[in-house]
């Protein structure tokens, strides 16, 4: 099974700052499969990336993805107030899905 | 547009069984497949298992193996999960979700909250 490892834990920044997260993998993965999602308190997860670097269907261009085989990073241009949140990276492969333990992004 | 309802809340017993209905409405059932994904309070995303809503092939997560079981009924779109023996730890919100050929879960259910207590 392949473990996805997020960093930083939390990550406190202010508006208008940019946000790097990150996403290791314990072994490749195929960026195809590769997603980020977004969760706000009493929310279901949303998908903003999918294949590593496609912004899911009405995404600011402010989010964006990139990586490939087991570092993947989501990076957030200028924060927003509505974008301190929860953020997960999930990969699927050999018909197994995994989720990051997940970045907290807090307004500093 | 699309939409994923799920059944409401329950309240279980330990050792009790739940079922967690998931009602698709907007697109074409069979096309998709559905994942289901846990959130225990205050933690990060789990997930639990996927069908595919076709074949109606499932796939779960080793932990759960044999106390879960994923179905469907295509005749109303609706996809359901049961969970048995059911233990405190399985206290959580219980998700369905929709993926296609790419994977990715791009369309969710509002959630529904198990509580397993005595």
């Known amino acids: 099974e392949i473990v996805l490892t997020q960093s930083p834990g939390t990550l406190s920044l202010s508006p208008g700052e940019r946000a790097t997260l990150s996403c290791r993998a314990s072994?490749?993965?195929?960026?195809?499969?590769l997603a980020w999602y977004q969760q706000k308190p009493g929310q279901a997860p949303r998908l903003l990336i999918y294949g590593a670097s496609s912004r899911a269907t009405g995404i600011p261009d402010r989010f964006s993805g990139s990586g490939s085989g087991t570092d993947f990073t989501l990076t957030i241009s200028r924060l927003e107030p509505e974008d301190f949140a929860v953020y997960y990276c999930?990969?699927?492969?050999?018909?197994?899905?995994?989720f990051g333990q997940g970045t907290k992004l807090e307004i500093k | 547009q699309v939409h994923l309802v799920q059944s409401g809340a329950e309240v279980k017993k330990p050792g009790a069984s739940v079922r967690v209905s998931c009602k698709a409405s907007?697109?074409?059932?069979?096309?998709?497949?559905i994942n289901w994904v846990r959130q225990a309070p205050g933690q990060g995303l789990e997930w639990m298992g996927w069908?595919?809503?076709?074949?109606?092939?499932?796939n779960y997560a080793q932990k759960l193996q044999g106390r879960v079981t994923m179905t469907t009924d295509t005749s109303t779109s609706t996809a359901y999960m049961d969970l048995r023996s059911l233990r405190s730890d399985d206290t959580a919100v219980y998700y369905c979700?929709?993926?296609?050929?790419?994977?990715?879960?791009?369309?969710w259910g509002q959630g529904t909250l198990v509580t397993v207590s005595s």
């Open positions: 979700a929709r993926y296609g050929s790419g994977s990715w879960l791009d369309y």
């Open positions: 999930q990969q699927y492969g050999s018909t197994l899905y995994t």
């Open positions: 907007g697109y074409t059932f069979t096309n998709y497949g």
């Open positions: 069908i595919n809503t076709y074949s109606g092939n499932t």
């Open positions: 072994q490749s993965v195929s960026s195809t499969y």
